[in-house]
């Protein structure tokens, strides 16, 4: 909230998957995450500038098997790394920047199953002793255990949450500790590549579904030049590289990805190119292809056959399907913010079965 004070939010801020590979590709090249291989990535053009470039992630997914090391002039990823030693090397290594333009990205695990928060944080939302159901996982538990756990009583999920808000708690006052250091002059983003699920839609955890609980993010901005305040536009992590370099002034290469700076300022004409752009999401983790769309405050998706639209106004849950018991027809016009935004073709697919 400190930061969020001094700094431009994004209220209507989108991934464009459920979990963090092809969110992290999209974030750091501007475009959809199937065009990581033959794209620019963040670090690069700053590199060629002369800036000493920095990557720290806790995730297996953002290490050198995923490519997620392209273009960094120093690249670490090592499962399970906590805040408190994230930040510990981020401000080493920017101490050692000193009178250097510089760049640095930390990606932290904290928030994310198993919750593994240090017994200064273990009780601040979450009580002692927790529900029978959640007792026999102990004290780190992830997605399978949950889920093999049954239906959950009402106060096993507060539990649940508890335990994830800890670990938010966690993150926070060792982000304080990093953002002390900096200094006004410092651009500063801070962003997440995907949301968490808690039984809003029947499931928890987070890859295998595209509802918004999954997919809004927070993506707030502080920078000299941006006025704090807040934009609720709907935009993409796909925008924050382009927004980066923007602010920066250095060249950004192509991307589906636009600048944010002009909508930031209220330039004439901003707020309706981004208000009129379709979103896509997709690519999720677990249960086979989803696949959606976003535009003019309404969402699609798709999956296996079924389709579903909400109007985010006045449904921000996403509860009522308005193509629910509707013929194929009437979501014709959705498909077509599903082929705009993807740039392909979109069409009806037939699945036929025989009943024995």
Not at 15 to 31: D, I, Q, Y
Not at 243 to 267: C, F, K, N, Q, Y
Not at 279 to 307: C, D, N
Not at 310 to 330: F, I, M, R, T, V
């Amino acid at each position: 909230d400190e930061l969020a004070a001094r700094s431009l939010v994004f209220e209507n801020a989108r991934a464009p998957a459920p979990w963090t590979l092809p969110s992290t590709r999209a974030l750091v090249t501007g475009r959809h995450p199937e065009r990581f291989a033959v794209s620019t990535t963040l670090p690069e053009p700053l590199r060629e500038q002369g800036w000493a470039t920095a990557f720290f992630g806790g995730n297996a997914f953002v290490s050198a098997s995923y490519g997620l090391d392209r273009g960094w002039g120093l690249h670490r990823a090592d499962q399970g790394v906590d805040a408190a030693a994230m930040v510990d090397r981020g401000l080493e290594w920017l101490n050692a920047q000193q009178g250097r333009d510089a760049l640095l990205m930390l990606h932290f695990m904290d928030p994310h199953l198993p919750y593994e928060e240090p017994a200064s944080h273990r009780t601040l939302f979450a009580g002692e002793p927790p529900p029978a159901e959640i007792a026999t996982l102990g004290e780190s538990f992830d997605r399978w255990d949950v889920n093999a756990a049954g239906e959950l009583s009402t106060a096993a999920r507060e539990h649940v949450i508890g335990r994830y808000d800890n670990n938010i708690r966690y993150l926070d006052d060792q982000l304080a500790r990093l953002l002390g250091s900096l200094r006004e002059s410092d651009l500063v983003v801070f962003v997440s590549d995907h949301g968490e699920e808690f039984w809003e839609h029947g499931g928890c955890e987070h890859g295998h579904a595209l509802y918004d609980e999954l997919l809004r993010v927070p993506l707030l901005i502080r920078a000299p030049g941006l006025e704090p305040g807040k934009v609720d536009t709907p935009v993409s992590l796909m925008d924050v590289m382009p927004t980066i370099l923007d602010l920066l002034e250095v060249d950004a290469p192509e991307t589906l990805g636009r600048s944010l700076v002009g909508l930031a300022r209220g330039e004439r004409g901003q707020a309706e190119i981004f208000g009129e752009r379709a979103l896509a999401f997709g690519w999720p983790l677990y249960g086979g292809q989803r696949w959606g769309a976003m535009k003019a405050g309404a969402k699609y998706l798709t999956h296996v056959g079924s389709e579903e639209l909400y109007d985010l106004s006045s449904d921000p849950g996403e509860q009522s399907n308005l193509l629910a018991g509707k013929p194929w027809a009437e979501s014709a016009p959705q498909r077509a913010w599903l082929a705009e935004a993807l740039g392909r073709d979109v069409r009806l697919g037939f699945l036929a079965g025989v009943q024995a």
